[in-house]
């Protein structure tokens, strides 16, 4: 995973070795949520090589610093998304204790 | 993160059903692209252990080594140390012929028939060097009864004479290199769809056009009451986005009966695990994938600022 960039900061394409859309999506849409992107937007160069380019356009801030924020927004998203789950899952189990058996299941059938 | 805080969502989750090897939950105020990140996650980049390498003793089944070594490779094993465990590339314990403890599991199976009656050779023969790491057993879900004898993931049958003795290594891998380390049999996610009956209009049709209004939608999602003659959604979620029931008023003559919208923002996941890790850990492990990517992505961000790496790309950019 490197980042090519030069001259202006603002404007930059980051290179991801052996990432994909799984990845560039999510990063793609959560930096278009941010107001300081002008532009972003991924490919992948060719389908049997592991890589995608990602393009990111800022309106001051070094493109850099808003991708990284991004992935921390990102990460931040996903610790939530954990938290919440392993919350919920826990209450289901509680609630339903014959849940996770399906044998039992079968015999209250 | 100033900035960050003011546009971020925090989704909500809500659990439908939940067994070890299916599960059913709603994911709320978020974004198809995250959803799509955690169902690709879940299919191709969870680990999961499988057999990888075989050294056949004897083999002289009906089927030959490979067809043998491919079977193997396909039996699910308990993964719950997976997550824990070291790729067998990356190993710096062993030289990589998946011998030592942190990065594979030795499996040996002996079977040989001696009678008349053909002999099933099943997951159930192989002998795990390490009792977390065994074949799936599927007798609690399949349901079968307590008094048959349970049966394994047939391998191959012999007959009379006939001899199977090899060893096993299982190893750590993902989905995405080979489909055999695949924890999910399927991952699926759909929009919610929200459905808006237009009752004036509806007022308007006889009892029989509405019968074969709701008769047009070929999964059950509409219902005629039979007491007040009403047509209710009994499930939206059956609802497969075919536009039939809107054709079908289209054809009616009544455009504008039914308006349905997806949702953007909710989705319904539907995990089925192939045993290989509980449906409910196979999302977790799926979430922290993808945060390993992210850290990835931040951390080596930090370190490397290389154009001579990718001279092709900044060569490309400088021209253009």
């Not at chain 1, 991924?42 to 800022?58: D, F, G, L």
């Not at chain 2, 929200?194 to 074969?212: C, G, K, P």
């Not at chain 2, 009616?252 to 695990?273: C, H, Q, R, W």
């Not at chain 2, 993808?290 to 400088?318: C, P, Y």
Request: hydrophobic share 35%; with cysteine; net charge negative.
């Amino acid at each position: 995973m490197e980042h090519t960039s030069f001259g202006d900061q603002r404007n930059a394409t980051f290179s991801f070795a052996e990432e994909d859309h799984t990845l560039a999506n999510a990063l793609r849409f959560s930096l278009n949520q941010d107001p300081q992107v002008i532009f972003c937007g991924y490919s992948i160069p060719h389908p049997t090589k592991a890589q995608v380019n990602v393009r990111v356009q800022t309106t001051d801030k070094e493109a850099r610093v808003i991708l990284k924020d991004a992935c921390q927004g990102l990460m931040q998203m996903c610790q939530h998304i954990r938290g919440t789950f392993d919350k919920v899952v826990n209450d289901f189990r509680t609630k339903n204790p014959s849940g996770n058996h399906p044998s039992q299941d079968m015999d209250s059938d | 993160m100033e900035a960050g805080a003011s546009y971020q969502r925090f989704p909500k989750v809500k659990v439908r059903e939940l067994k070890d090897d299916y599960l059913k939950f709603e994911l709320r105020d978020t974004d198809a692209s995250v959803a799509n990140a955690l169902r690709r996650v879940m299919i191709a980049e969870v680990p999961t252990i499988a057999i990888d390498l075989v050294e056949i003793e004897v083999n002289s089944s009906v089927l030959n080594d490979e067809f043998i070594a491919h079977r193997l490779g396909l039996i699910p094993l308990t993964s719950e140390r997976a997550m824990s465990m070291r790729f067998s590339r990356d190993c710096d314990a062993c030289d990589g012929d998946g011998q030592c403890e942190f990065c594979s599991v030795e499996f040996h199976l002996r079977a040989k028939c001696m009678t008349d009656q053909t002999l099933d050779v099943t997951s159930k023969d192989l002998i795990s060097s390490d009792h977390t790491v065994v074949p799936v057993d599927f007798s609690d879900a399949l349901g079968g009864d307590d008094s048959s004898e349970q049966k394994g993931i047939t391998i191959v049958k012999l007959r009379r004479g006939q001899e199977l003795r090899l060893r096993a290594i299982a190893r750590k891998g993902i989905g995405k290199d080979h489909a055999k380390w695949s924890p999910a049999a399927t991952v699926t996610f759909m929009y919610e769809p929200e459905i808006h009956i237009n009752e004036d209009l509806m007022e308007t049709l006889s009892l029989e056009q509405r019968q074969s209004w709701v008769e047009s939608s070929p999964t059950k999602v509409f219902e005629m009451d039979p007491n007040t003659e009403q047509v209710v959604v009994i499930d939206p979620e059956a609802y497969t986005y075919d536009d039939e029931v809107i054709k079908k008023a289209e054809a009616m003559g009544k455009p504008g009966l039914v308006e349905i919208y997806a949702k953007e923002d909710s989705f319904i996941f539907t995990v089925e695990s192939t045993g290989a890790i509980k449906s409910s850990q196979l999302v977790v492990n799926a979430i922290e994938v993808l945060k390993q990517k992210l850290d990835a992505v931040r951390l080596s961000e930090d370190t490397v600022e290389a154009d001579d790496q990718f001279g092709e790309l900044g060569a490309h950019m400088r021209g253009g």
